[in-house]
């Protein structure tokens, strides 16, 4: 019965910690962290991985990537259009190629297709994840996040999440060597083929069932139930990453008027036990046994790195789509927050070799040095847009 006194340690600490880190401004997702990183061998040693956890916290990130889904603004997306998707396009790329780089300086280079190249390029398939939340939580406080540049970050950042999870399968895929790049492509394509035509389907049958039972518990199920499906196909018979198809059961159902319900109702399962114990696994998995001189020094040029290619890519493409120098800045500004997604990224890096756990400190310090600097550079950014509201206005916000 130990792996019931392991989740019961967890969840607890994960809650606790979440507490304190909300009370000073931080991502509760920082504080499940360090609960993990406290009560597990990097510390106290009261829990250590078991498979039991390793298969909770899978479920966790599939349902947050499922969340992420059914929160995209399909309507969002078309409205910042072409712009948008530069800027996500810049926002991948850029980070991909600096830390593919970044790896290789410090633990050595490898032709293309080698262990020592994907391993590096998965480094860079980690600094290309964005969390928006953070920076739509700051842009709502002044009441900035409906305007040109703050709907320009939010739509931006949506497409760098897909755009990042396709890297993500297609670098796995070439991980696996069991395809080669073709095949990894058209397997990809016929998934998404797939996923899209199968989902027309699904959504004529989702929104009967929307209209006949709304805010229903049977609706919230059925859509788990989708996720989970989608989620196992994308993996078992396309070897695409599970939480592929798990996103793109949430873009399928985002248009659903319950849609926000779903989301709600999958939250409340997701964070009681599913999430935490995702989070707080990452922490279980951190130790500092390895920790070295050239690991230290990977680990701040990481985090410098990951912040700055972030405003090189996407502040270089808005200033060539013409927006000024200070609108440009608030743009790649606004992307450079990492989060969950980064999080899930490493994790399936671990789960398929491309990854070791001592490589988990570089991404848990990025998170942590991202979700204190952004709003404080964001505030300062974005100030004279706030100077502009009326306080009246603003403060009704």
């Not at 340690?9 to 401004?25: E, G």
């Not at 739509?155 to 399968?169: E, F, K, R, Y």
Request: aromatic share 10%.
């Amino acid at each position: 019965m130990e792996y019931i006194r392991d989740l019961a340690v967890i969840l607890i600490a994960a809650k606790f910690f979440s507490v304190v880190a909300k009370h000073y401004n931080l991502p509760e997702v920082v504080g499940e962290i360090i609960a993990g990183l406290i009560v597990g061998p990097c510390l106290l040693g009261v829990v250590g991985e078991t498979e039991f956890l390793d298969e909770i916290a899978e479920i966790g990130v599939i349902m947050l990537m499922f969340e992420a889904g059914l929160g995209t603004d399909l309507k969002k997306l078309k409205a910042t259009g072409v712009k948008a998707t530069l800027l996500a396009c810049a926002g991948v790329f850029v980070p991909l190629i600096l830390g593919t780089i970044l790896y290789m300086c410090f633990y050595g280079w490898g032709p293309v297709g080698s262990d020592t190249f994907l391993k590096g390029l998965f480094i860079g398939t980690i600094m290309t994840a964005t969390s928006v939340s953070i920076t739509v939580a700051v842009l709502k406080e002044m009441g900035v996040v409906n305007g040109l540049t703050g709907t320009t970050i939010t739509s931006a950042a949506i497409i760098d999440d897909v755009i990042g999870i396709i890297v993500l399968t297609f670098v796995i895929g070439l991980k696996s060597g069991e395809a080669d790049t073709m095949q990894i492509i058209i397997k990809s394509i016929l998934f998404f083929a797939l996923a899209i035509g199968l989902g027309l389907i699904i959504y004529r049958v989702f929104k009967w069932l929307d209209t006949r039972y709304q805010h229903t518990r049977r609706v919230t199920i059925t859509g788990l139930v989708y996720c989970l499906l989608m989620a196992y196909i994308a993996e078992e018979f396309f070897g695409i990453a599970d939480i592929t198809g798990a996103f793109v059961a949430g873009v399928i159902l985002c248009n659903l008027q319950d849609s926000e319900y779903i989301e709600r109702r999958i939250d409340i399962t997701a964070y009681m036990i599913f999430a935490p114990a995702f989070f707080a696994g990452i922490g279980l998995k951190v130790t500092f046994d390895t920790m070295n001189l050239k690991l230290l020094l990977f680990s701040i040029a990481f985090v410098i790195v990951a912040l700055v290619a972030k405003v090189i890519g996407c502040s270089g493409v808005a200033k060539i789509l013409k927006f000024n120098n200070r609108d440009a800045l608030k743009i790649g500004a606004g992307m450079m927050t990492r989060g969950e997604v980064a999080l899930i990224t490493a994790q399936k890096g671990l789960s398929v070799g491309l990854l070791t756990a001592e490589f988990f400190t570089p991404v848990i310090l990025l998170i942590l040095v991202s979700s204190l600097v952004v709003p404080l550079l964001l505030k300062k950014l974005f100030a004279d847009e706030v100077s502009d509201i009326n306080p009246l206005d603003y403060a009704s916000k």
